[in-house]
């Protein structure tokens, strides 16, 4: 849909004015179709353009906090990197030369801008380097050129490498079938210090395979995961292999960290620790700065007679060995008419126990439901707690 004859259409004075018409309609529900309709008959064959890119606009204000004038492509916007995220990386590289050698649309530029000594931008796609021209027009001069992240066009910088992870809307989770492969970028690369943003679920083992070690950081925003960043080993933190950053509380916490926690009994609260804590494997050094204990040694779940500052707890009111029918009736004698099921370690769907069930009380209330012990120990266990909030 876009090209650059399309993008130079949006960022003319003709194409600002269609966009602000187009974007008085809803462009959703049940006036989608009238909607485009009558934009079609107004612009003609732009109208797919402008749809979309109003559509794009509203749905990137959840990772950017004006994006009222930024042009992007659907897999552009899936991939970009919320803002926070990419503030935080920034700071990171703070007084560096930076080459973002895959910039796409120029979201981690607009970062940057303002930490990096030095600035470049490149991209293979020209349709998203003439994006990245529009969303980085006016403030710092970011210079920009169509160059293949394969074939280096920097000597000294700092290189950041987004492989896109996407292909027809569909995710690919192999390193080596990113676009670039991630084995061939540590190949090319390999000498350099570079920073490269992952998804989560990146297996870290098979980097280990390909020869990176360096720091993997994990990142939480707005209560979830946003992404894996390898930071090569020039630009790790002293003796840090794996860090989790939790950008709502301003936290970090690294392998480095002491990880003295113990293994105990549940205690008046449970603690259900941030999806980046326990995606770095950083649980014990979560809950050794916390306070906290471990209520199985291969299970996330932590516990506490008091509840850490600024963290969501579950206060204990009843354990009981996990069975449907005795939860059920647990629950029926505590008026329990609404239920949050968080689960760990057991074969259970929140979502098919939750109407078997069968509440009918005026209590809210969470079931923490996981397993405890090993073997021929392992039992499942069901927590009835009420939440800090």
């Given at each position: 849909m876009f090209d650059i004859g399309a993008v130079a259409y949006l960022r003319s004075e003709a194409g600002a004015q269609a966009l602000r018409e187009v974007g008085r309609y809803r462009l959703a529900g049940a006036s989608l179709v009238s909607d485009i309709a009558s934009v079609r008959t107004q612009f003609g064959d732009r109208a797919p353009v402008l749809v979309e890119t109003v559509q794009l606009r509203r749905r990137a204000t959840a990772k950017f906090a004006d994006p009222s004038s930024w042009l992007f492509t659907d897999e552009a916007l899936q991939q970009a990197t919320a803002a926070p995220v990419a503030a935080h990386r920034a700071r990171r590289l703070t007084g560096a030369r930076v080459h973002d050698a895959t910039c796409s649309?120029?979201?981690?530029?607009?970062?940057?801008r303002a930490s990096a000594a030095d600035l470049v931008g490149s991209d293979i796609d020209p349709v998203r380097l003439a994006m990245a021209a529009n969303n980085l027009?006016?403030?710092?001069?970011?210079?920009?050129?169509?160059?293949?992240a394969l074939r280096p066009i920097t000597g000294d910088a700092v290189v950041i490498l987004d492989p896109a992870r996407r292909q027809g809307g569909r995710r690919r989770f192999d390193p080596r079938a990113f676009t670039p492969a991630l084995d061939a970028l540590f190949d090319v690369y390999r000498d350099r210090d570079i920073v490269v943003k992952c998804a989560p679920g990146i297996d870290f083992d098979a980097l280990a395979r390909m020869g990176f070690d360096g720091e993997i950081e994990v990142t939480s925003l707005a209560g979830g995961v946003r992404e894996a960043c390898l930071w090569s080993a020039g630009l790790a933190g002293a003796g840090v292999r794996r860090r989790a950053t939790l950008l709502d509380r301003g936290e970090q916490i690294t392998d480095a960290d002491p990880d003295d926690c113990p293994v105990a009994p549940a205690g008046r609260w449970i603690v259900d620790p941030d999806g980046a804590v326990v995606r770095a494997g950083l649980v014990r050094h979560y809950a050794a700065r916390h306070g906290l204990w471990q209520l199985d040694p291969d299970i996330a779940y932590l516990s506490g007679d008091?509840?850490?500052?600024?963290?969501?707890?579950?206060?204990?009111?009843?354990?009981?060995?996990?069975h449907e029918r005795r939860l059920r009736t647990a629950l029926a004698a505590r008026d329990v008419g609404a239920v949050?099921?968080?689960?760990?370690?057991?074969?259970?769907?929140?979502?098919?126990?939750?109407?078997r069930l069968r509440l009918r009380g005026s209590q809210q209330l969470t079931v923490v439901i996981t397993r405890l012990g090993s073997g021929a120990q392992s039992r499942a266990t069901a927590f009835i707690c009420r939440p800090s909030r």
């Open positions: 649309i120029g979201s981690e530029l607009a970062a940057l027009d006016g403030g710092r001069v970011v210079p920009l050129c169509r160059a293949d008091e509840l850490p500052a600024g963290l969501r707890g579950f206060e204990v009111l009843e354990q009981l060995s996990y949050e099921i968080l689960i760990r370690g057991v074969d259970v769907d929140p979502d098919v126990l939750r109407p």
